[in-house]
């Protein structure tokens, strides 16, 4: 049996600790939407949009370790470790053929999680999401690494607010910073050492959005996951007016 946990319910098992699962409204599930967070992220940044869902809408939020209820975890130390993890906890969470349909959505990091976790679903079960949902962040392999997760603690948390502001006033609680800081930290050097020479295309179609205000993730960066798609490829970018509710963060 199940346990509500923060809105959701978490199913059994000690692979349901990636997830939080929000069931959908009227009870019959068409669609599994999984959502990945950005660097430092939580599932906690789902927690809004259950209710926002159209029917039949599971929606399942993940929650890497070092976090939260998972805070007595090591960060996963590259992205293949945690994109197998994932992909992993789906099978055992979901049983065989993943049941329902998927989709995937990610921000920033969350957005090269979904393509890993999309790519090892195909290579290994031959099942490919309904779409794949990239928000914040450019194709993997157009990304430039970086040495942010390198800064003292001051200069990191700067550099992390400069890319967006979602829950930031946290790490000013002199109380929660030890304990916010690493998963930070480890994060960014996730993401930052994660520089695939030439990813695969994937068969699912993929969707990539952005804010007009992003400096972080322009149009360019929004077009380069057109390659990495042979189904099609659609982007849509943010006015102004609503951009800002959208650009929660993107890491380095």
Excluded: K, N
């Amino acid at each position: 049996m199940g346990v509500a946990g923060a809105g959701g319910v978490v199913g059994a098992g000690i692979r349901s600790r990636w997830f939080r699962r929000y069931p959908a409204t009227d009870g019959s599930v068409r669609l599994r939407l999984v959502g990945f967070p950005h660097a430092g992220g939580t599932a906690t940044l789902f927690h809004g949009w259950a209710g926002r869902l159209p029917r039949g809408v599971e929606l399942l939020a993940t929650q890497y370790p070092g976090r939260q209820e998972r805070l007595a975890e090591p960060c996963a130390e590259s992205m293949a470790e945690l994109a197998d993890r994932i992909t992993d906890a789906l099978e055992d969470v979901l049983g065989p053929g993943l049941g329902a349909p998927l989709a995937l959505f990610g921000h920033s990091l969350g957005s090269a999680v979904a393509y890993e976790v999309a790519r090892r679903l195909d290579e290994r079960h031959g099942i490919v999401p309904e779409r794949v949902v990239v928000s914040g962040r450019g194709a993997p392999h157009t990304e430039r690494g970086g040495a942010l997760h390198l800064l003292d603690d001051d200069s990191l948390i700067a550099s992390a607010r400069g890319l967006g502001d979602l829950g930031s006033a946290v790490y000013d609680d002199p109380d929660l910073r030890p304990l916010l800081l690493p998963s930070l930290r480890g994060d960014f050097r996730l993401i930052e050492s994660y520089r695939p020479a030439e990813p695969a295309p994937l068969r699912a179609p993929v969707t990539a959005v952005g804010g007009v205000d992003d400096p972080g993730c322009t149009l360019a960066d929004l077009l380069s996951w057109r390659p990495l798609t042979t189904s099609t490829y659609e982007h849509q970018v943010f006015p102004a007016t609503t951009s800002t509710s959208y650009r929660t963060r993107r890491d380095s």
